[in-house]
């Protein structure tokens, strides 16, 4: 006698949110901060009035904040922001979207036939509720997010990580989720950073007498609060500095408001750094995985300036890990490592 079969769903009570046969695969994002579409005063006030209205970024109860946000810092920040944009704009678009897009186009394939590798702003486009819904449309039912943020910030990190579970919270059928945590003493960051400043300080024509991490800052008030951003980084430095076998100098930079931010300032740094005869540096920015307005435009113009108009003689500015070969290895083994028992070993 043939088997007696359960009869077939009628198609209305298939799910409809996934294709009827499901191939299993397993989806990794990548996440940054992200940025304006371009670098004119319109875009860039709207990439601000999404990104300064986060409660994550600015903790201010936003019956007090917006009025502020929108009645002035809207009709002045936009202007200069775009003037320093365009500044550092590229054929590619923006750096931030540029360097994030190829390291993803780097990371193609990197884990195997059956793991899709895409990429997502938390601010701007594009954005990450499109691309999870994206990835779950291409039958991913896990999912890696990785925000390539090194140190943790409620401002950075944990957002980036909100605006999944928020695009999730939309869902019947949600694929399951893993996230990348902090690496900012992770042994294959801290030598990728090494490697990377090793090589750079090797092809400069001068020695510097220091070497200048500038992390961005954050309001003193937030570390208070108990955000651990600020011990990150300064894990970071101390590792680092071990590594390279000199301590390094630790700054924070891009401060915004008028509220104390993490001290000690990169500005003010670089100007106090002539004064007590070091007129040599090098310097760039571990805390930032791809270059972007903060490093090129803050940094590498503007930083150089200020320490040349008080004396500074040499100045290099060393490019963040981007999609070096050194950092792709060092995202690929952060990654595998996190989608293990999701993947097949290689
Ligand atoms: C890498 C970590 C970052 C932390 C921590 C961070 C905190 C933070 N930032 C602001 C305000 C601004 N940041 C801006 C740009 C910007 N910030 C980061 C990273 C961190 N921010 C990046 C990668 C970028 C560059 C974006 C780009 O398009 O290239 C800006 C916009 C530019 C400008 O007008 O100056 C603002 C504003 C706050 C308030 C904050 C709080 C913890
Ligand atoms: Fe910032
Ligand atoms: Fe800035």
Known sequence: MPPVLPPALPPALLPPEHPPVRLRKVGVLLTNLGTPDGPDVKSVKRYLLEFLSDKRVVEIPAILWQPILRGIILNTRPAKSAEAYAQVWSDDG?????????????????????????????????????????????????ILIAPLYPQYCGATTATANDKVFETLAKMRWQPAIRTLPPYYDDPAYIDAL???????????????????????????????????????????????????????????????????????????????????????????????????????????????ESFEEKGGTHFAYIPCLNDSDIGIAMLRALLTRELEGWVAPA
């Open 194 to 304: 090494a490697e990377s400043i090793e090589a750079a300080v090797a092809k400069l024509d001068f020695e510097p007498q220091a070497i200048v991490a500038s992390f961005h800052g954050m309001p003193q008030r937030t570390l208070e609060l108990g955000d651990p951003y600020h011990c990150h980084c300064q894990k970071t430095g101390r590792l680092l500095g071990e590594r390279l076998g000199k301590p390094l100098v630790v700054s924070f930079q891009s401060r915004f408001g008028r509220a104390k931010w993490l001290d000690p300032a990169t500005d003010t740094t670089l100007e106090e750094l002539p004064e007590k005869g070091i007129t040599k540096i090098a310097i760039f920015a571990p805390g930032f995985s791809a270059d972007c307005l903060e490093t090129l435009e803050e940094l590498a113009i503007r930083g150089r």
């Open 94 to 142: 923006s750096p931030l979207a540029a360097i994030t897009k190829a390291q993803n186009t780097a990371l193609q394939g990197a884990f195997g036939p059956g793991v899709m590798v895409d990429w997502a702003m938390r601010y701007g486009k594009p954005s990450i509720a499109e691309r999870v819904q994206a990835l779950k449309d291409a039958g991913c039912d896990r």
